[in-house]
């Protein structure tokens, strides 16, 4: 019996060590993802990467708010290997490592790779693998219905609201109870007058810095002013949705889908909810650049990066998180996720079908000039300008109160976190 | 051997003062280190994830400048202050009614608590598809009846908005309130009442005289846990309302939340300390209240 015990004993102890040798090679990284929509996809892919490096374990945590619990875990010490947030003050305070020497950047559009690089450093802290566009979303049909034909200037636009909503239908409808949604509206035309003014590397680096005689926020007749105005102006002649407060993004899929909607300002992310909703709607679905607020300049399109994977300084594994992002980076891969998120591959050997509306898109990027997202400070992103949108649609701000407000939140969140 | 003996008794003895070691540990470790911890941030311009530097009182003198923090008081404290009476009232009303035997009266209490355990996030989530503009289950029955254009939008009104939410919460845990009073009712012996209609007092003077004395501790109970509750009401707020339209319902706790999320921890820190003493003041006043109204727990 004692003996029998002993055996058995020997065997498990043996057992244990052989498999704690076994594991010692095993590199485990962690992928911090923030895109809800690519959940699936990543777990598949990791399944199939598994497979082929036995070697390297992933593990993949989801978080929808990805951007508050990767500060969460940077202040707890438990940094992942691998993000797709990027936070311009990370980048500054060193928290990024340097991507420049990626082989994958000889596949990606030059473009691109220009709105991965930080312009202080000139140095790539993220790969992003597609292009995402926002605009003006319409439908051509009520459009045509009511005899209106595709705005180029502001004044075609109110133009093109007042016919649409005399017909009966919503003009430009927003879901203001999530506030980012009309953050977006400063983001693309406010901001779009300064990116246009100063183009894509020196609006970036002023609004980085703060350069505030270049961003002229509380200019008059600034890009603030001018789009507080051309707001209230759609306000109160009725062209916005009568529920814009408290109508929430679902509200606004839903009421352009059903056709009660004429026009909605999204990205082509809302693309895929739309489509689910009305599949029929495809070919009626009409894109457009913003038409300028200011009449001297042109309009604009949100044309940048989208989907992108940066690896922490902290990271023990780089070797091993650059393998696995060069493994999500093979083609066939990122033709399968350019048709998942309706957005056109970044990758120059990738030909995907992304979008039944893809000639619309394509048609309002040579309309409009390209500008990028803009690189707000820490704390005062779209969902708290759009607050500030709220409170002058209430009537709580007048325009100067807004232009005021906006300037002092943009300067108290770029001082705390600068 | 007697010594041995000595300490095994001496150990009996003192046995359960070692039981409340997991209770203390629990209470140093997740409330007492926190504090301490909060206080230290509170003198710091920490964002959430660099080194802090110490910046002093600087981010309570803020305070005190910072108007979109004084309106997030003045809102927390204003839906304290409609709270509080609301749910006791009600919850009061609730458990004197109930307090008496007839067929479906422990099902009329489940009724009214079920509510209490839904999560406050999904309550609001469900209030808001009821109350909508445009798209809610209310707006819904005025078109069915071509009235669609008189719906008033109540959660789009500055105005309207808090009272609505004090009314969902008002909802959601008056059942809470009114199980705190039931058992208070349970307690009070009923030769008190059989006693004092002998004597000929009215049912209201039993009410002034036995019922509401005699519920002290219960009030003490509730009130308390209503003022923590309502200043410190936060999902509900974010989901019912996102604490707006604009500025119109957001409370000191989504807007410590915000500023700790917005790279502001260093004086979300010291906001939240703000807080915790407008918190404690009005506990302290309630129980000194109920204390010289002889409604203390000791009753």
Redesign the interface.
Known sequence: MKKTFLVILTLVVTFALSACGGNSDKVTITFLNGKAEAVDWVDAAIIEFEAEYPDIEVIHEFNADAS?AL??K??GNDIPDITTVYDT??MK?G?YYDLSDLEAWDRIDPSIKALCTDPLTDIQYRIATNRTMAGLFYNKAIFTEVGATEPETWDEFVAALEDVTDAGYDGLYMG????WMIGHLIEFWAHGLIKQELGTVDANIAFMMNQTTKLNFDADNGPMEIFAERFMELKTLGLL???????TYD?QIDAFANGEAAVISQGMWALGGILEKAPNLASSIGFMPYPAMDPTKDAVILSAEDSGYAIMEASESKEAAITFLNFLFEADRQKEYSELIKSPSAFTDVDADWSPIREAVTSALSKGTHIGFTAT????GGG?AG?LV??L??G?YTVADFVKEYTDSWNE?WN??N | MKAIAKIINRIKTNLHKGMIVPAVLLFITFTLLPIIFSIGLSLTDWNGYSSPDFVGLKNFIKFFSDDRAKNAVKNSVFFALLSVPLLNIIGLSYALLLDRKFKGVNFVKAIVYIPAVISPLIMGYIWMFVLQDNHGAIFAVFEMFGKGDNYINFLGDPKMAMYIIIIVNAFQFVGLTMTIYAAGLQGIPQDLYESSAVDGATKFQQFTKITFPMLGPSIVINVITNIIGSLAIFDLVVSLTGGGPGYATETISLYIFRQSYGGQSGYAASVSLIMFVLVLIPVLVSLRIMKKSRLHLED
């Open positions: 508050n500060k969460v940077i202040s003050a990370l305070d928290y203001g109870k999530d506030t949705n009568d529920d814009f407060l408290t109508a509200n400070p820490s704390g005062f708290e607050i709220q409170n649609y209430l709580e969140a705390a976190s």
